[in-house]
């Protein structure tokens, strides 16, 4: 169901944005930035509304990537890191200068994936030992790490050094803040070579699911995204 909301919010602000008479927007109090945080490199625009003038509204969108291995005595790790983020904000200027509370939402389409070898021509999954490779029987692990809440509320505070000013000027940002990811989400997918028969199959499952829970476990204790970005704007 949240998902049907979010996707109906979205379809909606596209329509509305699609059907809108560009030449007629009022651009002024309005800024355009870059900035570099924990989710990636990224841009922002942030519009200062006219009647609550207290009030700013912020979107932006930043990504990342990268490729990296890493081994402990069993195995060898290919992992794709990808970071990425949309977000729709609402900065609050108690004092009409640039420090700012912040509450909204950010789209998380942060996850990893990779691809697990073994390093001495086999698997060992909960204690148990399996050959690897097209005639063992496993060819091969892939696993994935997301998070329950691809929308996650966000709270912070920061300072844009450009609102509230009345000529066209460069600003600083700076964003702190927090988002509510949920628990992180753990998968192991095997693909069984020919060696595996229907009983090996169902064995090599469960002492995976008996992995993952471990992991799970693990992870389960970082619920929060701690959020820290840097950047400038420029002011309309």
């Known amino acids: 169901m949240k998902k049907i909301l979010s996707s109906i919010v979205v379809a909606s602000f596209l329509a509305t944005v699609a059907s809108a008479d ?6 002024s109090n309005t800024s355009l930035g ?39 005595n069993k195995a060898d790790y290919d992992f794709d890191l990808k970071l990425a983020d949309v977000q729709l904000m609402a900065d609050y200027h108690p004092w009409m200068t640039s420090f700012k509370v912040t509450m909204g939402a950010l789209y998380n389409g942060t996850d ?15 204690g148990v030992t399996y050959s690897s490779g097209v005639t063992g029987k496993i060819a091969r692990v892939d696993t994935k790490v997301d998070f329950d809440n691809s929308i996650a509320p966000y709270l912070g505070i920061g300072w844009d050094t450009s609102f509230n000013k009345s000529e066209k000027t460069w600003g600083f940002t700076f964003n702190l803040g927090v988002a509510y990811t949920g628990n992180a989400k753990v998968s192991y997918n095997p693909t069984y070579g020919s060696a595996a028969t229907v009983a090996d199959k169902q064995e090599i499952k469960n002492n995976l699911d008996v992995e993952k829970k471990s992991l799970q476990d ?12 840097i950047g400038f704007n420029y002011k309309f």
């Open 112 to 126: 990893f994936k990779g691809k697990i070898t073994p390093r001495n021509s086999n698997y060992t999954f909960n």
């Open 22 to 27: 560009v030449s007629s927007i009022d651009w």
């Open 34 to 72: 870059a900035d570099v945080g924990t989710t990636g490199f990224g841009i922002t625009g942030v519009k200062q509304l006219k009647d609550y003038p207290n009030w700013a509204v912020r979107v932006g969108a930043h990504k990342y990537s990268k490729n990296f291995t890493t081994t402990d």
């Open 218 to 229: 693990d992870l389960n204790k970082y619920k929060y995204l701690p959020y820290i970005s």
